[in-house]
């Protein structure tokens, strides 16, 4: 591939201070059932036995009518931050499930209370559909206006027991299979551009900047990977126009660079109506009608309508796909940074590569163990998507760790998934990123607690559960851009969020 076919080994490198400082890898533990601790703070919590009786009610409060949920959402967002903000309530009520408001609230959002569930015991009860619902849950206590979706309640806001939930779903894994031929040419396609206009601008003394860059890549690649187009062209399409119309969408729940407090709080409790975004949305419609007739033919045969698979697809893309990926590739490379671990990866790549013929395939990419690990940890340090919900069906019971909880049918749970993936009974280090804990028999063991998909890792997907979809396919990209990556070059630097230098690899390596 173009990426692996260099002349020689060179170093490119543009003006700047020097690299943030490494952690040091090392393998971590099978799990077992120690005592744990809640990130850094002082509280600590003991697994028990699996059987627990119910003691007291679920600690916490929701405060006084609209006080109260003024009073969470600044401190959710401004005078604590949202780590602060679940560890201070954990700790104060010595407990991974408690009462709380989260984000939005009134006036718009009247109900913002959840029960919260931090820890590996509580956390899958979101994922038991027979016990919650996901109807309307998807961004949590508030649930954007349909205008956005061109009308139509998405795939993502559907309850599995909601008839077309099925249909689009089975849409949705026919069209990932019906494209997997294209996956690894449109990562191929999309990367070594990118890889030659970064080289381009060191030359020039210049400093490409990481994530912009890496939203560039991604837009090209699944364009090109499922309707063989490349929208960065000259389509009218752009990253811009995808974030302006996501940004009205998770305002209300999210801080959004550039934005002032005042007006940003303006947006959390008055929603941006989708006049705002109309011209832009459209702009994303005309460009999926244009290029997406066979995928929008294979909805037909789900009995999916064709103007409905359109905005789902749009959705699939634009938000669920494009959003998380631009959140996650960005980390995959300051972690990989951080790690120490560039040129073992750059190796091992070269060497499956290789040993595959010389060509980069899914394939070749299941000989790249450390890759592998690499990619689920990155998944379990800072999952894409932060948090959960689900809505009790019934009456139920919630264990944590430590104890036993009724909840009531109707009530909202919220989980925070950055401490269920650090929850120190089932990791070892948990707040260390280790590049190497899912390698070898024992780390294969950890993978059922990584979450990050709406489900355990180790289970698969279907079109009665709310599993992600695209759960292996986004695996798979992140390990194609990661390979791609590792195939070109055997070392970088950083610069905060620009790339610093970047050093190809010699063909006999």
């Known amino acids: 591939m173009a990426s692996f076919l260099s002349d020689r080994s060179t170093t490119l490198s543009s003006s700047g201070v020097g690299a943030r400082g490494c952690w040091i890898a090392s393998k971590s533990r099978p799990a077992t059932n120690f005592r744990y601790q809640l990130h850094s703070s002082a509280w600590k919590a003991t697994a028990l036995s699996p059987t627990k009786r119910i003691q007291r009610e679920i600690p916490g409060s929701y405060g006084l009518p609209l006080l109260g949920s003024i009073s969470d959402r600044f401190n959710y967002f401004y005078f604590q931050g949202t780590e602060e903000f679940f560890r201070s309530r954990a700790e104060k009520y010595q407990s991974t499930v408690f009462r709380v408001n989260m984000p939005p609230g009134p006036p718009f ?32 206590t508030y649930k954007p206006s349909a205008d956005f979706n061109g009308g139509y309640r998405i795939l993502s806001y559907l309850d599995a027991d909601e008839p077309r939930h099925a249909q689009i779903k089975a849409f949705c894994f026919d069209m990932l299979k019906s494209r997997a031929k294209s996956i690894v040419p449109g990562m191929d396609f999309a990367a070594c551009r990118c890889f030659d206009r970064w080289e381009k601008e060191l030359r020039a003394k210049q400093a490409p900047e990481l994530v912009s860059s890496i939203e560039e890549i991604c837009l090209a690649f699944l364009t090109r990977a499922l309707m063989d187009h490349d929208a960065t062209g000259a389509s009218g399409l752009s990253t811009e126009t995808i974030k302006k119309w996501l940004a009205p969408q998770i305002a209300p729940v999210a801080l959004l660079d550039a934005i002032p407090p005042p007006i940003m709080e303006l947006l959390h409790v008055f929603p941006l109506p989708f006049a705002v975004v109309k011209k832009d949305y459209e702009a994303i419609v005309s460009y999926f009608s244009a290029h997406s007739t066979a995928l929008l033919d294979l909805a037909a045969t789900h009995g999916v309508p064709r103007d409905e698979a359109l905005h789902n697809l749009i959705f699939m893309v634009c938000f669920n796909t494009f959003g998380g990926l631009i959140r996650l590739l960005p980390e995959v490379v300051q972690r990989v940074h951080e790690s120490g671990v560039a040129k073992e990866l750059s190796n091992e790549v070269a060497a499956a590569v290789r040993d595959a013929g010389g060509r980069l395939t899914a394939r070749s990419i299941d000989g790249m163990p450390l890759l592998h690990s690499v990619v689920y940890e990155c998944l379990r340090f800072q999952p894409p998507v932060p948090f959960q919900y689900a809505r009790a069906r019934q009456d139920m019971v919630i264990e944590s760790h430590k104890e036993a909880f009724r909840v009531k049918k109707g009530e909202m749970l919220c989980g925070f998934q950055p401490f269920a993936t650090r929850d120190g009974v089932v990791f070892d280090r948990p707040n260390e990123f280790l590049p190497r804990r899912f390698m070898g028999d024992d780390g294969a063991k950890l993978l059922k607690y990584v979450l990050w998909s709406n489900g355990p890792q180790t289970e698969n997907p279907s079109v009665d559960n709310k599993h992600c979809a695209g759960k292996d396919f986004i695996v798979l990209v992140t390990r194609l851009f990661l390979a791609e990556f590792f195939l070109r070059y055997e070392s970088f630097q950083l610069d905060g969020q620009s790339i610093k230098s970047l050093s190809r690899r010699s063909p006999s390596t």
């Open 109 to 140: 959002f009247p109900d913002p209370r959840v029960i919260v569930l931090l820890d590996q015991q509580s956390f899958p009860a979101l994922f038991d559909v027979s016990k919650v619902s996901k109807r309307d849950v998807f961004t949590g």
